[in-house]
């Protein structure tokens, strides 16, 4: 969605807080979130943003430590799935969900070195690009989730990478127009969509769950509260 679309009111209220509020379980449940702009967002605790220098190899080290939890918590669900000889979900044995948020998806990008140097040799672009498509492909058996916020819908260079692309689940578009639209979905299921004047938190959203696969309007709530300060509080 442009800027001052919605998207991050709409990702703090609908997915952050109601996950933040269930607490932590006992498998590493955590919620990391990433502020490349160092915004509003990064006002709130534990949100991590560059460094002074423009540094974001502290970021690469949370989405790291990110995918070791979800490897680890697969293999817990494994351990239960032959113990109980059959298949188990992730939250039947108690887990919650971890989320990974990545605000202006394209801006963080940007600060990846493109190449690694000697002296750090896992910390370049191509690192992150390959954490996320661990976590995007494979995470959401282990009940680890990535949430992507982009102000440009593309694919491809400078855009999203077209297995990350793929693997995304749930696509929404605050305040949607067509030629923005077609880098999420087919013109296929663009062709019952109308434009209108669409106000922030009103969006065009669909969910590959059997139910909600075709593409529809909804309206994120205004909030009558302040969205940081719940974050920040619940952090």
Not at 113 to 120: L, V
Not at 148 to 172: F, H
Not at 179 to 196: G, I, K, P
């Amino acid at each position: 969605g442009r800027s001052r679309s919605g998207k991050t009111t709409a990702i703090i209220s609908v997915f952050l807080l109601p996950i933040l509020k269930q607490g932590r379980d006992d498998y590493g449940s955590k919620v990391v979130i990433v502020d490349p702009k160092s915004a509003e967002l990064s006002l709130c605790p534990r949100v991590l943003s560059p460094a002074p220098n423009g540094s974001v190899e502290h970021i690469l080290d949370a989405i790291r430590d990110f995918n070791r939890v979800r490897v680890e918590r697969q293999r817990i669900i494994n351990e239960f799935c032959k113990s109980k000889g059959k298949a188990v979900k992730w939250f039947d044995i108690g887990m919650k969900p971890c989320i990974l948020f990545l605000d202006e998806f394209v801006s963080i990008q940007d600060m990846f070195p493109k190449k690694a140097s000697k002296e750090k040799p896992d910390y370049s672009l191509v690192d992150f690009q390959g954490l996320l498509r661990q976590i995007a492909t494979q995470g959401a058996s282990a009940g680890c989730f990535l949430v992507l916020s982009t102000a440009e819908a593309s694919v491809g260079t400078g855009g999203l990478e077209t297995a990350v692309n793929n693997a995304c689940g749930i696509r929404i578009l605050l305040k949607p127009s067509l030629d923005e639209a077609r880098y999420l979905w087919s013109r296929e299921v663009l062709e019952v969509m109308r434009e209108r004047q669409y106000s922030a938190g009103d969006a065009w959203f669909s969910a590959d769950d059997g139910i909600n696969n075709s593409v529809r309007f909804v309206k994120f709530p205004r909030l009558e509260f302040g969205e940081y300060e719940a974050l920040s509080e619940l952090l």
